[in-house]
């Protein structure tokens, strides 16, 4: 009989997957379910782009293996870090602090695969996004849980790491806005943990899908702006939040040449790279719609308040998020988070994510999604006035 392989054994079914599977069955039996669980934006991608990948499509050259530069097309890694000077102050080298991706999920496990050695710790946020454990297990080392509380803003207390373990931790995960608390970062919070991570030699691995989509006054912030970063940090990003492209899986790596270098020569042991088209049509996305993700921001902005006033007004307190598209609430009374999703899905048919699939510190919370249409988010909403109202 075949057996998987014993490295799999710590690893749970995806999160989003279980979910899916669960949502598919109670639309096969009838149920009208409406899903604020995965952040996947329902909103279609900018024109410009489809329009340049349909160019692209056509052309034969692109029909080929996208593997004639091993970090990715290096017209599309100049735009990104036009981009990143442009937009974040951030300066990028193209040539070897920049890596294309499918993805930045891909990206993290490329980065765990590339940066510690089995047997090693990894410092990685409790709550933290479901992918970053399974990414260093993989790897054959050990994650070890930061708390971010509410009472830090869901900011990690660098001071209450242990030494000993300081000493022994080889990188660090974390996300800032953060999936899934919606909290964002400070330059001050984030020179705090470039001098850390230089003082213990750790890596950080800082996930930025997010980075557009803060609220009230807040600036995008790239860890790549803070002096000395690029010793120490590799920062992920995505086309799929600002541009509605989850299903295009474009994304890229940027930061300290070493680790970029590293996750390349995984990366090419692993896939042959993003098809061609795509790629230019990243580019397009970066070129010409700047003006759609402040739309996008508009659209966040105001369903999050949508979601905040209705739950106010039946009661259960919440602030909208500073950043992110999603609403991270703590169960009514403290209830059990698993518990709660699941009468939460009985009682309205509405799917959220269970805070303790995030994590220990994730007990006593969900996670509700905007991307969904205004007028499903709305009957939502409608939903948990007669439930909870
Ligand atoms: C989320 O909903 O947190 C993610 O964006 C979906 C995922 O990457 O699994």
């Known amino acids: 009989m075949l057996r998987k392989a014993t490295r799999l054994e710590k690893i749970p079914p995806y999160l989003f997957m279980e979910l899916r599977n669960k949502i598919n069955k109670a639309k096969a039996a009838g149920v009208d379910v409406i899903s604020l669980a995965i952040g996947d934006p329902v909103e279609p991608t900018p024109g410009p782009i489809i329009e340049e990948l349909c160019r692209a499509a056509h052309d034969p050259a692109n029909h080929r293996y996208p593997t004639d530069e091993e970090k990715g097309m290096a017209a599309l890694r100049r735009e990104v870090c036009r981009w990143y000077a442009g937009r974040y102050a951030a300066q990028v080298n193209p040539e070897t602090e920049c890596l294309i991706l499918i993805g930045s999920k891909e990206g993290g496990h490329h980065f765990a695969l590339a940066m510690v050695n089995p047997g090693d710790t990894v410092l990685v946020t409790d709550p933290g996004y479901p992918g970053y454990r399974p990414s260093i297990w993989l790897a054959g080392a050990e994650p070890y849980p930061v708390p971010m509380t509410a009472e830090n803003g869901f900011l990690p207390d660098l001071r209450k790491i242990p030494a000993d373990v300081a000493r022994k931790a080889k990188a660090f995960y974390l996300n800032y806005p953060n999936n899934p608390t919606g909290a964002v970062a400070t330059p001050e919070f984030l020179a705090q943990l470039v001098a850390f991570a230089r003082e213990h030699s750790i890596a950080i691995c800082y996930d930025n899908p997010y980075i557009d989509i803060v609220f009230d006054g807040a600036r995008p912030l790239s860890i790549l702006s803070i002096a000395g970063a690029k010793d120490v940090a590799v920062e992920l990003n995505s086309f799929s939040k600002p541009f509605n492209m989850c299903g295009w899986r474009l994304g890229m790596a940027m930061g300290n040449p070493t680790a970029i270098a590293a996750m390349a020569q995984v990366k090419s042991n692993t896939d042959s790279g993003v098809f061609n088209a795509v790629q230019y049509a990243g580019i397009a996305a970066l070129k010409l719609c700047a003006p759609e993700v402040e739309e996008m921001l508009r659209v966040y902005g105001r369903r999050r308040r949508l979601v905040a006033d209705t739950l106010n007004s039946i009661g259960w307190k919440c602030a909208p998020p500073k950043g992110t598209f999603y609403l991270w ?55 948990l006035r007669k439930t909870f109202g």
């Open 329 to 383: 609430l703590p169960t009514p009374d403290g209830r059990n988070s698993a518990d709660f999703a699941a009468q939460l899905f009985e009682r309205a048919h509405i799917v959220v994510a269970p805070g303790s699939a995030y994590g220990k510190f994730g007990e006593g919370y969900i996670r509700l999604s905007l991307t969904i249409t205004d007028d499903r988010l709305e009957q939502a909403m409608d939903r």
